[in-house]
């Protein structure tokens, strides 16, 4: 008995020192990156859904996401004009005009050239608007209907691109049916 009420007082003071550890507000951890609980983009307070980590070739580690959706919104809704925001940390230094190419690929896995040809001049101006990353950088990607979809990179806003449809297809990269990581979006989505 004695032992028993050794280790849960053990365990309970880890718990509080980590506990104290964590800044308020931080709800997720993943890989050693830390995300918010919500975030409040105007008048919309979007929530935490779900973290993710990206792996390539099953080993290197790429970056970690977190998805976050708005107030009552279901993961299944994601694709649809609700609100919506994806933060990625990367652990590697990429070229701004790799993220417009890898971009490009995933967009054209997932949807025919009828649909992407309408919004060409948008998908540019995106792309246009990536800089380098070096490891511990943070892209985010945030759509309110009506607003459009803002790129910003450590807490800068870079730009915003409107239309529903476009933020549709952009998030349809990390969420979509053939996404750039099965695992990143069932992580993501919490659906495993």
Same mark, same amino acid.
Do not use: C
């Given at each position: 008995?004695?032992?028993?009420?050794?280790? $849960?007082?053990?365990?309970?003071?880890?718990?509080?020192?980590?506990?104290?550890?964590?800044?308020?507000?931080?709800?997720?951890?993943?890989?050693?990156?830390?995300?918010?609980?919500?975030?409040?983009?105007?008048?919309?307070?979007?929530?935490?859904?779900?973290?993710?980590?990206?792996?390539?070739?099953?080993? $290197?580690?790429?970056?970690?996401?977190?998805?976050?959706?708005?107030?009552?919104?279901?993961?299944?809704?994601?694709?649809?004009?609700?609100?919506?925001?994806?933060?990625?940390?990367?652990?590697?230094?990429?070229?701004?005009?790799?993220?417009?190419?890898?971009?490009?690929?995933?967009?054209?896995?997932?949807?025919?050239?009828?649909?992407?040809?309408?919004?060409?001049?948008?998908?540019?101006?995106?792309?246009?608007?990536?800089?380098?990353?070096?490891?511990?950088?943070?892209?985010?990607?945030?759509?309110?209907?009506?607003?459009?979809?803002?790129?910003?990179?450590?807490?800068?806003?870079?730009?915003?691109?409107?239309?529903?449809?476009?933020?549709?297809?952009?998030?349809?990269?990390?969420?979509?049916?053939?996404?750039?990581?099965?695992?990143?979006?069932?992580?993501?989505?919490?659906?495993?």
């Amino acid at each position: 008995m004695r032992r028993e009420g050794w280790l $849960i007082r053990g365990v309970g003071m880890l718990l509080s020192l980590w506990l104290m550890r964590a800044p308020a507000g931080w709800a997720a951890e993943i890989e050693g990156v830390t995300f918010a609980d919500s975030y409040q983009a105007g008048e919309t307070r979007l929530v935490l859904n779900g973290v993710g980590l990206l792996r390539y070739r099953l080993v $290197i580690k790429g970056y970690v996401a977190a998805l976050y959706l708005g107030e009552g919104v279901r993961p299944g809704q994601v694709l649809t004009d609700v609100p919506k925001r994806l933060e990625i940390e990367y652990f590697w230094a990429i070229a701004g005009p790799d993220f417009g190419k890898a971009a490009e690929q995933v967009m054209a896995e997932n949807f025919p050239a009828a649909t992407l040809t309408p919004l060409r001049s948008r998908i540019e101006r995106l792309h246009a608007l990536y800089n380098d990353v070096k490891p511990h950088d943070r892209y985010a990607l945030t759509y309110i209907p009506g607003v459009g979809m803002e790129l910003a990179l450590n807490g800068q806003a870079k730009g915003m691109i409107e239309g529903a449809d476009f933020a549709s297809v952009y998030f349809a990269i990390w969420l979509g049916a053939k996404p750039i990581n099965a695992s990143l979006k069932s992580q993501l989505l919490k659906t495993s």
